[in-house]
């Protein structure tokens, strides 16, 4: 059991981890450096592979932790399964509908901030981002809780 305990651990980490570095590094770095619609297509590109990695580790987290703690802490199981159920969302609802209006946006550089596509794509981000925080404060809390 020991060792599905470490499985365990290893899984929330590389996923808190991988979100972090995603989220408050990579992006931030992509969106200086870069016009912002290379910015946004290389974002989008790795976006698919982002999510797949977070479903695939908070899965095997999910695993683990039924086998090894049945029973125990429901507060851990819950945090899990909400990660789950927010990165499923965001890798089934929120992204293909982002990569669809980037498509009909064309350029954010030539479009207007005022258009309706813009906005709507304004507010999906914004969904997106605190989709994006609340799994990585989830995932911080799952690597301090017993």
């Known amino acids: 059991m020991q060792y599905i305990e470490m499985l ?12 972090a570095i995603f989220t408050l590094m990579l992006t931030p770095i992509l969106f200086r450096t870069e ?4 910015a946004a297509r290389i974002v989008g590109n790795l976006f698919p592979g982002y999510f797949r990695w977070g479903l695939g580790c908070g899965l095997i987290a999910l695993v683990c932790r039924l086998v090894s703690r049945a029973g125990a802490g429901k507060l851990p199981l819950a945090l899990l399964v909400l990660m789950l159920v927010v990165t499923s969302f965001q890798a089934f609802y929120v992204e293909p509908r982002a990569a669809e209006l980037k498509q009909r946006i064309g350029s954010f550089e030539s479009t207007g901030k005022e258009h309706p596509l813009r906005k709507e794509f ?3 981000h914004g969904v997106s981002a605190v989709c994006n925080l609340t799994v990585l404060a989830s995932g911080v809390l799952l690597v301090v809780l017993p």
């Open 8 to 19: 365990y651990r290893l899984a929330i980490s590389l996923w808190a981890g991988g979100n």
């Open 35 to 38: 016009s912002r619609d290379t």
């Open 122 to 124: 304004s507010k999906l």
